[in-house]
């Protein structure tokens, strides 16, 4: 039973990614990844991973691709142009990352065995405790240092849209 | 076996009949409260006190014609109101509004009989589905073909992107206060006194939060004075413009289903859920009943507080609007978890 809902699941995020790359309008493209993301969310949710599958639509699908959306809506972008123009030259890069991409993440999979492969095992496990506390414990100094990396990234994005240069 | 069956069944008729229900008498409250604030009547001509007026309006929605325009793109336009019910609807699942310990039917312990199922996440589970709400507003303008609708769904995704973040940041002293994002022990941790004599809710230990949280609830139900995506006198009617009979009664419905929703989080998070101050409830299906009678009162005050302020509030303008929800709000949210995190540190909230 379970095997069959992430074999659905996965099915669908598949297929909402194609349909992400293809499709013409650029709505229906952010609309496919938000279908592909809500798709991974049960994913999550099947392996009794709640708070991940939870900070998944709320950060991808509730916050970063509705700006997408608000975006492709200000520019009123009806169609993309241009897709599947490109040459030999990148058709043959795609497949080689794509291939690469795919093999490291089968390979990395086949290493982990279930007993050595969750990190949070017991009670705890899919819960916020075990994040939180890596993320103000043995990580602080990364996690700290990401907000000042965006903080960063927020000012230069004030200082390139602003006005009166 | 059967018996957790039937109690799935059961809770699952109640629960989504009793959010049904509430619209026509919500829609009754809203237009007699209206005209109680204005000092008219009020429709009062079907049914004893108008009684039956909305559901006279429910059947002229239900034989329409359900017009779809020319122009418009059909997809996204009947996707957009399935989402807005659909999202409206499961919102109130991870809601705990009753006390159910040792609960027992036909003999059979039953476990989550009247809270919903054992989230560990229920408040984020809340946070993910309603960010999903949007969808339906962005859609409904984009696919429509027109202006006005365009421009009420530009307003609320900017909105909501804007609120959403000092709702969020508002409940994290909640979280801090209660130690997990599971609803039942957030309202169980508001249980007894503080400061020897107050009751333990969170509006009392941190009222900024809870004014914060209450703001941003009216402004994510897309109400006075934020009703900035559908203000009729700008925008016709916003994102709904185009929309005619069920598809048009789908977005309306939703609205009034996440006001209930937004009245039961209000009183979950900041006014102790079920419980009444300095009294302790008893257990079984005699507690299970008055708690759910103490949640109803609370939630039906606050869904006249919605209705209250509806009709006493002009409309801010845009500017305003977005100035308010990031140049003050977020920052006082942000100051309200400082408070809850000295509270907490200094021993003043134990």
């Not at chain 1, 200000?74 to 897709?83: F, K, N, T």
């Not at chain 2, 509004?97 to 027992?104: I, K, N, R, S, W």
Request: some cysteine; glycine content about 10%; overall charge neutral.
């Amino acid at each position: 039973m379970t095997a069959l809902i992430f074999l659905t699941a996965a099915a669908i995020a598949i297929i909402f990614a194609v349909v992400a790359v293809v499709h013409r309008s650029p709505i229906m493209n952010v609309l496919a990844l938000v279908g592909m993301f809500l798709a991974i969310a049960m994913v999550f949710a099947i392996i009794g991973m709640d708070f991940l599958a939870a900070i998944q639509v709320i950060v991808y699908s509730g916050a970063i691709l509705v700006l997408f959306l608000f975006a492709i809506m200000l520019l009123d972008l009806r169609r993309v142009e241009g897709i599947g123009e490109g040459g030999v030259f990148q058709l043959l890069l795609g497949c080689i990352a794509v291939i690469g991409l795919g093999g490291a993440v089968v390979f990395a999979a086949a290493r982990l065995s279930p007993e050595t492969g969750a990190w949070v095992t017991g009670a705890e496990y899919g819960t916020a405790y075990p994040i939180g506390r890596a993320l103000t414990g043995s990580h602080l100094f990364a996690f700290e240092f990401v907000s000042v990396v965006l903080a960063a990234a927020i000012i230069a994005a004030v200082y390139l849209a602003r006005r009166d240069r | 076996m059967w018996v957790d069956a039937a109690v799935i069944g059961i809770k699952l008729v109640a629960v989504v009949g009793v959010l049904l229900m509430t619209v026509p008498i919500m829609v009754w409250v809203e237009r007699r409260g209206s005209a109680l604030i204005q000092d008219r009547l009020g429709p009062n001509r079907v049914g004893p006190a108008g009684l039956l007026q909305p559901f006279v309006d429910a059947i002229k929605l239900l034989i329409k014609e359900n017009l779809i325009p020319a122009g418009v793109d059909k997809l996204l336009f009947v996707l957009a109101p399935t989402i807005a019910l659909v999202v409206a609807l499961s919102l109130f699942i991870a809601v705990p509004f009753a006390v159910d310990d040792g609960l027992e039917l036909v003999e059979t312990p039953i476990d989550g009989f009247i809270v919903a199922p054992d989230l560990n996440i229920g408040i984020l589970y809340i946070f993910a589905i309603a960010s999903l709400a949007v969808y339906s507003i962005v859609l409904a303008g984009w696919g429509s073909n027109n202006k006005y609708a365009l421009l009420g769904g530009i307003r609320a995704s900017a909105q909501t992107i804007s609120y959403r973040l000092a709702m969020t940041l508002s409940v994290v002293g909640v979280i801090m206060a209660a130690g997990s994002l599971h609803l039942t022990q957030v309202v169980t941790s508001q249980s007894g006194v503080w400061l020897g004599f107050l009751p333990r809710w969170n509006f009392l230990i941190q009222p900024l939060g809870g004014i914060i949280f209450i703001v941003a609830a009216f402004a994510e139900t897309n109400r006075l004075p934020f009703d900035l995506a559908e203000a009729d006198s700008e925008l016709v009617a916003g994102y709904h413009t185009e929309y005619s009979s069920m598809n048009f009664a789908a977005f309306f419905m939703s609205k009034y289903i996440h006001m209930v929703t937004s009245a039961a989080l209000i009183t979950v998070l900041f006014f102790g859920g079920w419980q009444i101050p300095w009294i302790s409830l008893p257990g079984g299906w005699m507690g299970a009943g008055l708690s759910l009678g103490v949640f109803s009162a609370k939630v039906v005050f606050f869904l006249w507080l919605f209705v209250w302020v509806r009709w006493t509030l002009p409309r801010f303008r845009f500017d305003q609007l977005m100035a308010l929800g990031w140049k003050i709000m977020l920052p006082l949210a942000v100051l309200n978890f400082l408070w809850v995190g000295v509270a907490m540190a200094s021993g003043i909230l134990t």
